[in-house]
T-cell receptor
Framework: EAQVTQNPRYLITVTGKKLTVTCSQN?????MSWYRQDPGLGLRQIYY???????DKGDVPEGYKVSRKEKRNFPLILESPSPNQTSLYFC????????????FGEGSWLTVV | GENVEQHPSTLSVQEGDSAVIKCTYS??????FPWYKQELGKRPQLIID?????GEKKDQRIAVTLNKTAKHFSLHITETQPEDSAVYFC?????????????FGGGTRLMVKP
């Protein structure tokens, strides 16, 4: 079954404690991306990757890091989480560039206290 | 970069009525416009999309129209049902765009009252 898998789905953490949200896709997609979703602000892109070892900033990259060492994985790293990073995070993937269907993971609810 | 505005932010209709959600975009290079439906607590899922070489596309009770001159596109849902209740997002991008693949609108919460 084609899918994008994120972990953890739910996490409560404390300010400053590094955490990683993993994302894996099994569709051999070149493109992967992270979005955050906040009430009234829709979906905003954090980082994206066009292929292995190729990453770039989206609209709201501050406070986040990513890596793309393998095609299937695209982890999101919060080196020093802060309360304003409390949000719902979605990983997404698709073939190639704009105009192809984007598949979203199930989402990761992150609370930073 | 692209900017997508979506209206209304909330929409309440009676079951069986039609619902219309409108979006405007700023980048004239955008030529792919998908719509996503997000049920409570779930991921966004593509329900319909349209490319700039057509002005309208239908899929059963759902249709999307596009006016490239005015830079706006709309989602039309006819004969609404309670299961249509969700948040709907429009988005825009340019096919072949190597950067920010999709720019999303702020979302519309649709409530269909039985």
């Amino acid at each position: 079954e084609a899918q994008v898998t994120q972990n953890p789905r739910y996490l409560i953490t404390v300010t400053g404690k590094k955490l990683t949200v993993t994302c894996s896709q099994n569709m051999n997609h070149e493109y992967m991306s992270w979005y955050r979703q906040d009430p009234g602000l829709g979906l905003r892109q954090i980082y994206y990757s066009m292929n292995v070892e190729v990453t770039d900033k989206g609209d709201v990259p501050e406070g986040y890091k990513v890596s793309r060492k393998e095609k299937r994985n695209f982890p999101l790293i919060l080196e020093s989480p802060s309360p304003n990073q409390t949000s719902l995070y979605f990983c997404a993937s698709s073939f190639s560039r704009g105009g192809n269907t984007i598949y979203f993971g199930e989402g990761s609810w992150l609370t930073v206290v | 970069g692209e900017n997508v505005e979506q209206h209304p932010s909330t929409l309440s209709v009676q079951e069986g009525d039609s619902a219309v959600i409108k979006c405007t975009y700023s980048d004239s290079a955008s030529n792919y416009f998908p719509w996503y439906k997000q049920e409570l607590g779930k991921r966004p899922q593509l329900i319909i999309d349209i490319r700039s070489n057509v002005g309208e596309k239908k899929d059963q009770r759902i249709a999307v129209t596009l006016n490239k001159t005015a830079k706006h596109f709309s989602l039309h849902i006819t004969e609404t049902q309670p299961e249509d209740s969700a948040v709907y997002f429009c988005a825009a991008t340019a096919v072949g765009n190597a950067g920010n693949m999709l720019t999303f609108g702020g979302g519309t919460r649709l409530m269909v009252k039985p």
